[in-house]
T-cell receptor, first 115, second 115 residues
Framework: EAEVAQSPRYKITEKSQAVAFWCDPI?????LYWYRQILGQGPELLVQ????????DSQLPKDRFSAERLKGVDSTLKIQPAELGDSAMYLC?????????????FGPGTRLTVT | AQSVTQPDIHITVSEGASLELRCNYS??????LFWYVQSPGQGLQLLLK??????LVQGIKGFEAEFKRSQSSFNLRKPSVHWSDAAEYFC?????????????FGRGTSLIVHP
């Protein structure tokens, strides 16, 4: 069964350093989401792509976060510089282009610790 | 702005007992409603969804949920809980923007199952 891939699974970085996360959605899925999940809270949508276009990035802290999906397939989320408050789980999800476009398939996440 | 409230942070039940997890939403119209489950250190899995029609919806793993418009609620139920149901449960709402679903998640309810 196809899955959403994310790497790395775990990342420890020092504050003020740059960090990047990668997501490969299920093949053929048009919509890709990046979420931040702080321990004990629900996922917070950071950015949503439809193919290579940004649909919503209203909650993305644009002074330090950036996201791209250049060819409409895989995606990278970057933080520069990282702050202590960025420690969280970063989840990627994707949805199909046709049919059940509302169903999100989640990857295993990247656990970020900023020291 | 839409919001989702899950009033119970933790719920403890005995194996075999019934379960109800509460979810209330705030939105100007009837949103699309979802329940997800998350096992420790994993991504989220869709349990069930409501778009329209029959207000009682069936999902995977024996779960069901009932949409009550008058109460702005979408509570999740299961008649007999198994130890493997112990996990974090998230209610989510979504509205349509530009042909895409923009989701908002609740903070989650942690289910503890006693033998």
């Amino acid at each position: 069964e196809a899955e959403v891939a994310q790497s790395p699974r775990y990342k420890i970085t020092e504050k003020s350093q740059a960090v990047a996360f990668w997501c490969d959605p299920i093949s053929g899925h048009a919509t890709l989401y990046w979420y931040r999940q702080i321990l004990g809270q629900g996922p917070e949508l950071l950015v949503q792509f439809q193919d290579e276009s940004v649909v919503d990035d209203s909650q993305l802290p644009k002074d330090r976060f950036s996201a791209e999906r250049l060819k409409g397939v895989d995606s990278t989320l970057k933080i520069q510089p990282a702050e202590l408050g960025d420690s969280a789980m970063y989840l990627c999800a994707s949805s199909p282009r046709v049919g059940r476009t509302y169903e999100q398939y989640f990857g295993p996440g990247t656990r970020l610790t900023v020291t | 702005a839409q919001s989702v409230t899950q009033p119970d942070i933790h719920i403890t039940v005995s194996e075999g007992a019934s379960l109800e997890l509460r979810c209330n939403y705030s939105y100007g119209a009837t949103p699309y409603l979802f329940w997800y489950v998350q096992s420790p250190g994993q991504g989220l899995q869709l349990l069930l969804k409501y778009f329209s029609g029959d207000t009682l919806v069936q999902g995977i793993k024996g779960f069901e949920a009932e949409f009550k418009r008058s109460q702005s609620s979408f509570n999740l139920r299961k008649p007999s809980v198994h130890w493997s149901d112990a996990a974090e449960y998230f209610c989510a709402v979504a509205f349509i923007s530009g042909g895409s679903y923009i989701p908002t998640f609740g903070r989650g309810t942690s289910l503890i199952v006693h033998p």
